[in-house]
């Protein structure tokens, strides 16, 4: 190969592939007809790629404070000045190519972080392969780049899907692999692939196209070969640029497939903390829910970055958006969760059994009504109160360890269907069992994954038992996830946390879980934990005062609130007899 993979190559292609995909994107998302016809595949690769892209440039360049800059210790291929072109091994040597590493693994991270939709996701992982197929070259010594490159970011991307299907980009990418083995060339042999896609995939003959997904990957490689070639990228703009939909209206799109039996919702999340076999299990519940089943990732670095939780992305097209959330929390943590409708069909044939949705008239829609019920778990006497006037039967925390108190709940509430908010992780097991055992009695259930009793209470303020199943379960799931959270307690003994050492009797404030302050004063430590929250933005605080909080602390945060954090409303709520002094919220 006559030009390595350093950091200039790796930055002039984050460059070219970008454009290079924005040019395509009205097409691929014109021609998306597989596995849905949902026409957002060049959308998502462009706004995965985008930020791939930027986290590239940031690691080639090696900015200060971001993510995968190429300074950062404990990365292999150290020696030298990592990102500036001039490694241990001079312009072109391997402490160049070291530094490529670093700046392919930095995408890939950035990619599986921001991954959509099935594509992005799938991108996410050739991108892992990438950069472990030119670790594992570097490591050879002096040889061929290219050929192990593709063929490893073929072999990841093959890993991911659960159940690969040919005439795919799947397909297009073993096509450029083994062209490059051969000592042929990969980007023609990769367009040749894209051509013949048309004819391996029913779906694609009926409509007449090639596969969007395939298309795009074309579109990158030719990025790579101009990049290798030394081709000078477009000069990259401020920020991400999302493609602008509008622009697909101009291109011709094919027929849809016949209508069948589609799943009806996209369900994606990350995964901290799940080991290789959980995500076997995982895989394998999920494969039996839906289809377009894709999990990758397992980098060993959790959302935040931090080392020694395993980061998984996890994407899979369902009925139960609800069932497979709750197989996440069977394997790990889910974080990110994003629900969307699949427009494949119209609304009222997407009901999970297939009897029909929103559409509904008489008396399958009569009888929908009035039968849902919410089993809430809480940690005091006054948010008990406050649920129940919301409509939710109550479980108190200090009862909800105890096993079947979440189904006894479920099974007196005489509902048909029922909705269970844990609202702490301790208890999210319980809840996954007790839905588990009313579905055997022929109940629909879900379990929304709150990890706090704010996140419930967002929940709930959304729940609207008129509303289908489903539309309620996905409402209440992402009014939740959209709701940050916070506690401030009091230290009962000394010991070690993430904000360093605390003595008994130091007031410590958690953001999300993680203690995150440490102080002496309950009004000044709540201040800056809710700082901390709205730093990322926010709409509404809620605050939740319990017994022992000092008087005046609510009237205190009100006014910190809207001293620093302008348009930001605040609701108290007295939780009264519950262990935290304050549980806060930011939604």
Known sequence: MPYPLDPVTVRRWCSLGRAALRAECAR??????????????????????EAAAEAGEAAGTGRAGEPGATGEAGEPGEAGEAGTGEGSGGPGGAGDEAAGVRVLRAMARAALLEARGNSGTILAEYLRGMAEGLAEAVAAGPGDRLAPVLRRAAQAAYAAVARPVEGTVLTVATAAADAAEAGRDPLAAARAALDATTGRLSALSRAGVVDAGALGLVALLSALDAALAGEAGPTAPGGRAAPEPAACAAVPRPAAPPPGPEPCFEVMYLLEGADAAAVDDLRDALDALGDSLVIGGGDGRSVDGGDGAALWSVHVHVHDAGAAVEAGLAAGRPRRIRIAYLPVRPAADCAPDGTGGPGETGAAQTAGQGTRAVVAVVPGDGLAGLCREAGAHVVPAHEAGRAGALLEAADASGAAEVVLLPNGTEFQASAARAAEAARSRGVRAAVIPTRAAVQGLAALAVHAPERRFDE?????????????????????????????????????????????????????????????????GGELVTLVLGEGAPAGLAGALRSHVRARHLAVDTVVYEGQRQDALLLLGVE
């Open 472 to 536: 309620d379960v996905v409402a209440m799931t992402s009014a939740a996830g959209a709701t940050r959270y916070g506690e401030v307690t009091v230290a009962a003994r000394e010991s070690w946390t993430t904000a360093g050492v605390c003595q008994a009797g130091d007031v410590l404030g958690l953001v999300d879980g993680d203690i995150a302050v440490i102080g002496r004063g309950v009004g000044d430590v709540a201040a800056e934990v809710l700082d901390r929250m709205l730093a990322g």
């Open 28 to 49: 691929m998302d014109a021609i998306n007809v597989f596995p849905v016809a949902d026409g957002d595949t060049g959308t998502n690769l462009c706004l995965t790629f």
